[in-house]
Nanobody, 123 residues
Framework: QVQLVESGGGLVQAGGSLRLSCAASTRTFSMYTMGWFRQAPGKEREFVARVSRSGGITYYADPVKGRFTISRDNARNTVYLQMNSLGLGDTAVYHC????????????????WGQGTQVTVSS
């Protein structure tokens, strides 16, 4: 069982930045591909970014490319999401997730989920 706890969300003005963190309670953190998803009110959960087990390969959804950066620190069992140039469309609850097998952009490929952290972008 892997427990994931997100932090770092909050209220930010458009154009601002936030850094989300997700701490994992497992000694085998490096065996999981880690992803970030977000869910806005009334919308389905959508893929944001994922990072490979070693941290060497990253993949981003088109809406966040060039603005968000995913990274991980396997020594700290933590994955990060640096979010820059935030816009109103980025307002959502952000969840981190862990995949022990093949990870795609589909939420179904991730076995473990955090409770989420709210990000609200104001104009």
């Amino acid at each position: 069982q892997v427990q994931l706890v997100e932090s770092g969300g909050g209220l930010v003005q458009a154009g601002g930045s936030l850094r989300l963190s997700c701490a994992a309670s497992t000694r085998t953190f490096s065996m999981y591909t880690m992803g970030w998803f977000r869910q806005a009110p009334g919308k389905e959960r959508e893929f944001v970014a994922r990072v490979s087990r070693s941290g060497g390969i990253t993949y981003y959804a088109d809406p966040v490319k060039g603005r968000f950066t995913i990274s991980r620190d396997n020594a700290r069992n933590t994955v990060y999401l640096q979010m820059n140039s935030l816009g109103l469309g980025d307002t959502a609850v952000y969840h981190c997730a862990a995949a022990g097998g093949v990870a795609t952009s589909s939420p179904q490929s991730y076995e473990y989920w955090g409770q989420g952290t709210q990000v609200t972008v104001s104009s």
